[in-house]
């Protein structure tokens, strides 16, 4: 007597079929496809894990071409996850996260964080960043002339990161990049190739360079500059508009004098907030103010706001902000320790 198959049955029997006929023939499958070609090789080589379809991903890296290779087949939302080691070359990309799905690369363990080094304080650089929407965080990095470089990126962040013993600038927002944020981070011992060109942050460009000088509506906030920033610890330049300065720290021992850094910010550019911070000069001799504003261009160094700021700038006659011809500021609630010059030029007190 036959069993009778019921339509239950019928589509048990069917998946069973097709689970044994998937087994018997996977393994010439996979091997119709070489893990070391095309796209797959790029992924192997990243380290980069597909967690599900559609997923988001995660890339894994120990080694300078894992590193290289993650940056430059990256793709929106992924994560590049360095471990604890030092990672030595010039590293970039030009790939575009999304807002919705940003790029991140970020030392695996934040205590143990990892190093970028370029290959000389002389030349180069650690990072350099041409596409929007990533994420640079609990990394550091050194050895190179410049720290990290964003060139016409927006809304890229920089968190918890530590940049020293760079030849010139710490961090460059240059290129007609917008909306970036540093944030949460140390800089010191920059300048060590050229003391007048070591900026801790650099806003923009100088006139006459080739570079697309609008950079706008930067963020610079709870970050820690010195000792032995060399120039001016955040030089604002002429064309940019908007920058934000709050809750930073800076020590200035070893700012240098030469090429005229001889302030903790210098302003050429219009609207910037410089709020909230704390400045020492701790007797440096060459520091002349802790603020100054100078115009470059006609129309640029005006409309800055100064407030809440505290400045210790022991014995000497350094003015809390140097407005000189052409430029304005605003200012109101900024401490000076011990008290004495307060404000030269262009400053209107609210």
Known sequence: MKTRLTPQRLL????????????????????????????????????????????????SCSSVS????????????DRILLAPGTYKGTFSSAVNGTKANPITIESRDPANQALLSGTSAGGGYCLKITGDNWVIKNLKFTNAQKGIILDNSNDTLISGVEVYGIGYEGVHFRDGSSRGILENSYIHDTGTVNKGFGEGVYVGSAEGASYNQTVNDTIIRGVRIGPNVTAEHIDIKERTSGTLVENCIFNGTGIS??????????????NAVIRNNTGWRNGNTVITDAFQLHQIVAGWGVNNDFSGNTVNLDQSSAYVINASQGTEAKAHDNVRNPAGNMYKGNVTIY
Not at 12 to 36: Q, T
Not at 257 to 270: L, R, T, W
């Open 257 to 270: 004098g030469e090429n005229y850094a001889d302030s903790f910010i210098d302003v050429k550019g219009n």
């Open 12 to 59: 048990r029997k069917s998946l069973l079929s097709v689970a044994l006929l998937g087994a018997a023939f996977a393994p010439a499958m996979y091997a119709a496809v070489p893990l070391d070609s095309g796209a797959l090789a790029d992924q192997a080589a990243a380290g980069i894990e597909e967690q599900a379809a559609g997923s988001l991903r995660t890339v």
């Open 66 to 77: 894992c590193l290289q290779n993650a940056l430059k087949n990256a793709l929106p939302g």
